[in-house]
C-alpha cells in the first residue's frame, strides 16, 4: 500500500486499532491519519466503541447464555 487516500485509511481502521496490521500495512495509514482531520475523526470512533466493547464483554457470560451457545452448537453438530 504506497500512499494512501481516505478510503484506504477507513477500510483499515478496525485493524490498526486492533493491531492486526503488520509495520509495513500500518505505516501508510498512520501518515495518512497524521495528515487528515476526518479520518483522525473517525479512528477515535473506532477506538471509542473498540474500547468500549471490550469494557462489555470483559466479564463471564451468564450460565443460560453459555447454555444456549452450547445447545446450538450441539444442534449444529448432530444437525438438528
Known amino acids: 500500500m504506497s500512499g494512501c487516500g481516505c478510503d484506504e485509511a477507513r477500510a483499515n481502521l478496525e485493524?490498526?486499532?486492533r493491531g492486526e496490521l503488520c509495520?509495513?500495512?500500518s505505516a501508510p495509514i498512520r501518515e495518512h491519519?497524521?495528515?487528515c482531520?476526518?479520518?483522525r475523526d473517525e479512528e477515535q470512533v473506532y477506538?471509542?466503541?473498540t474500547e468500549a466493547v471490550r469494557r462489555a464483554c470483559s466479564g463471564a457470560a451468564p450460565p443460560?447464555?453459555?447454555e444456549?451457545?452450547?445447545d446450538g452448537l450441539r444442534d449444529l453438530h448432530t444437525g438438528a
Open 15 to 17: 485493524e490498526l486499532i
Open 23 to 25: 509495520a509495513e500495512e
Open 33 to 35: 491519519l497524521e495528515r
Open 37 to 39: 482531520t476526518e479520518c
Open 47 to 49: 477506538q471509542r466503541l
Open 64 to 66: 443460560t447464555l453459555r
Open 68 to 70: 444456549a451457545v452450547l
